[in-house]
């Protein structure tokens, strides 16, 4: 069942932070391309796997995507020996102190390992001391001397989590960038179940960058595809320590179902019955306003796209021990199959509002 | 400089090894483990008292030897399991001095399988602006173990290792003794022969300094040498002005001792140090006096009273995920302390 296992931790074993996807877009392209028939760059970087459908042109075209970006941090200055950081997307600072974090210098192209620390109280601002410290007051220490920092290391160089992939008993794994890599591996997984199978419509399965700062990367990819409708796939908030009942899922149950402003109604309801009929277990998410994905950012592109959102549950989403169940990653990846396979060559008119 | 030891690959996996135990304070068996294997084909004795402490003597070749204590604790601060929420969910309190601001978003290891687990926090997305500036509060925090993660209540635990070599630094959990048993084990290895040199191993420094005073009353020594790992507190002042707490500085070799919480080190033994560090051209620095304790104070109010100096290794980000040390340094505190009881003689607690 966890074909995709290996594959998702080598993918968070890349940092790919957002706005710099290099490393983690090849590897992705590397496993998709042999499951496809055409592959190509957006302008910005993002990837766009077409797998053609069997039906007669001019065929209606489904774009699948998933954002493949990281958050992380970078380097704001460089103080002798030591590292300021500043965070690249959201980050509760909080959770920094004693992390080991990879720097990614530019000038070699090299990773130098090293750790964010929080300096001793009193050589803070007094009103930090024993509080909590922003992200300004905390250092990345790489071991280094002075001579050796200045030699490698500039302001702009990308640093990332370095935390290694455990797997924990129960079928979960754990690490850094879940959030997104393992809806990549959902996508990878719904991919291969269409190899076997015939479907009418066109399918573009897209892994976007920078959501995580600009959501530039779907926004122009779906411009560039122009999709009949999009279907996003992201993390919800997983039910874990220190999280409430609120608005959270159990990991391990099945993936979400967004429901709200970025959701078209008649997406939602197909999706709920395909996974009635494929004994798929989901739970509807409520996303009110804005869902926080990319599905945001799609739906008002060009004349507008109908979007869906399908969540899969991760615990301590943002830091570097995220939690997922990859039995919601297989799963997510089948839903979406079936969700493709169940799309007749006039699925376009009957996306229709009551 | 000819007669020195040096640091290679062997004394590095040596500390890797050390340092990748799980030895919280109360449960130190499998560092125990490691130092009874390395020490076995060198001592003449070796006993384990009554706390489960590691005594090792190697007797001397001269007539009427000296008879000196090298001390260092194996423990390493961490948690014991306290409760079972269910689901693979575990409260934790802390075992020693640990910032209780460094276990959210951290990797652990639990047990002598060392069975990985995570200490998370809920997202940002559902976190408010306001409670950001607040530190989370510890008794919230629970160790996930995934869904099927089994452990006891009572097992310990401690953060995952993260041991690697950094360039002229090595990046780990617990240096903050480990390096001192290191140590220990490589003088026992090249003990010189005027010398009955008798080493503790101890356990339960980072509850109380407890266990050193038993070690020292049974080897009854003329002398004592504590040694430890002590915080390298040298960074940089936020706002720019001097740092004047630094304690000691990485890269500027090992820290004398003039006095701690516990002791005010021997003016003689300082001395001598001093002038076996300067005639070998050995770089050091002395720790600057005040706050934190070693287990010399209870070494030297052992018995009858023991002349006793600390010498300790300087570290950064002490009791953390990952402390930096210098392989320099760990060197050059090897030397200060081999030259040191090499050249070792009465005259020197005589004067």
Redo the contacts between chains.
């Keep these: 069942m966890s074909e995709f296992h290996p594959f998702l931790k080598s993918l968070i074993g890349e940092a790919g932070l957002s706005g710099h996807e290099e490393s983690i877009k090849r590897l992705v392209e590397l496993r998709w391309a042999p499951l496809v028939d055409e592959v190509h760059y957006s302008r910005l970087g993002s990837l766009h796997s077409l797998k053609r459908g069997g039906g007669n042109p001019p065929r209606p075209s489904v774009m699948i995507a998933s954002h493949m970006d990281a958050i992380g941090l970078m380097v704001s200055r460089v103080v002798g020996e030591f590292l300021s950081i500043t965070e690249i997307g959201s980050i509760d600072p909080r959770i920094l102190p004693g992390t080991p974090v990879l720097v990614l210098a530019s000038k070699g192209a090299d990773k130098i390992p090293g750790i964010i620390t929080l300096p001793p109280e009193d050589l803070l601002f007094s009103e930090i001391g024993e509080g909590a410290a922003g992200s300004e007051y905390l250092i990345v220490d790489v071991g280094l001397t002075e001579r050796e920092v200045s030699r490698r290391i500039q302001v702009g160089d990308l640093v990332s989590f370095n935390t290694p992939p455990v797997d924990l008993p129960g079928g979960c794994l754990s690490g850094h960038s879940l959030d997104n890599r393992a809806s990549i591996a959902a996508l990878t997984v719904c991919l291969e179940e269409l190899q076997s199978v015939q479907h009418v419509c066109d399918v573009w399965a897209v892994a976007t960058v920078q959501e995580e700062t600009t959501m530039g990367g779907a926004a122009s990819s779906a411009f560039h595809l122009h999709p009949t409708l999009a279907v996003v796939v992201d993390m919800s908030y997983g039910q874990g320590a220190g999280t409430g009942g609120r608005s959270t899922f159990p990991i391990g149950g099945g993936p979400t179902l967004g429901i709200g402003g970025s959701i078209h109604p008649f997406l939602h309801q197909r999706f709920t019955e395909v996974a009635h009929r494929s004994g798929i277990p989901v739970v509807n998410e409520a996303m009110p306003a804005a869902s926080l994905t990319d599905a945001d950012v799609i739906q008002l592109s060009a004349e507008g796209v109908p979007t869906m959102v399908i969540g899969i549950p991760l615990r301590y989403m943002h830091t570097p021990v995220e939690v997922v169940a990859l039995r919601d990653i297989q799963l997510a990846g089948r839903l979406l199959s079936e969700f493709v396979l169940s799309l007749e060559a006039d699925f376009p008119d009957r996306i229709v509002w009551e | 400089m000819t007669n020195m030891l040096d640091i290679g690959r062997a004394q590095v996996q040596l500390l890797e090894k050390l340092c990748n135990t799980v030895g919280v304070s109360g449960d130190e068996a499998e560092v125990r483990q490691i130092v009874l294997d390395e020490v076995k084909s060198f001592a003449d004795e070796i006993r384990l008292d009554a706390m489960g402490s590691v005594l090792v003597r190697k007797k001397g070749r001269s007539r009427n030897p000296m008879r000196v204590q090298l001390d260092a604790h194996m423990d390493e601060v961490g948690f014991m399991i306290v409760h079972e929420d269910g689901e ?2 575990y409260q934790f309190e802390r075992i020693g001095s640990i ?1 209780g ?2 276990w ?4 652990v290891q639990v047990g002598r399988s060392h069975q ?12 408010a602006e306001e409670e ?5 509060p510890e008794a ?3 160790v ?7 452990a006891q209540v009572g097992e310990r635990g401690t ?1 995952v290792s ?1 041991f ?1 070599r ?6 780990s959990k617990a240096i903050d003794d480990r390096i001192g048993v290191a140590i220990l084990i490589e003088l026992l290895k090249h003990a010189p022969t005027h010398i009955e040199l008798c080493l503790s191993f101890r356990l339960q420094e980072e509850i109380g300094l407890r266990g050193a005073k038993t070690a020292a009353h049974y080897f009854n020594p003329e002398l004592a040498i504590a040694l430890d790992a002590t915080p390298a ?1 040298d ?5 720019g002005r001097e ?1 004047t ?1 630094y304690n000691t500085r990485l ?1 500027l070799g090992p820290a004398i001792y003039i006095s701690n919480s516990t002791a005010f080190d021997d003016p003689r033994l300082i001395r001598f140090l001093e002038r076996t560090a300067i005639q070998a051209g050995i770089p050091y620095q002395f720790r600057q006096p005040g706050r934190g304790g070693t287990n010399a104070g209870a070494i030297q109010q052992s018995q009858a009273g023991v002349p006793v100096i600390s010498v300790s290794v300087p570290h ?2 002490p009791h ?3 402390s ?1 040390v210098r392989v320099a340094d760990w060197k050059h505190t090897l030397n200060l302390l081999y030259l040191a009881l090499k050249n070792l003689n009465r005259r020197v607690i005589d004067a």
């Design positions: 693979g969910f910032d601001r460094l959210p978003g951290k990797q990985v687990g995570v200490i998370g926090v809920k997202p940002p997305h559902l976190t950001i500036k607040q530190v989370i919230t925090l629970l996930d173990l995934g869904p099927q993660g089994k953060f993260n690697r950094a360039g002229p630094s090595i990046i507190r960074l940089p002042d936020y706002a740092n707490t890269g950064r980000y953390s995920p990952a930096i």
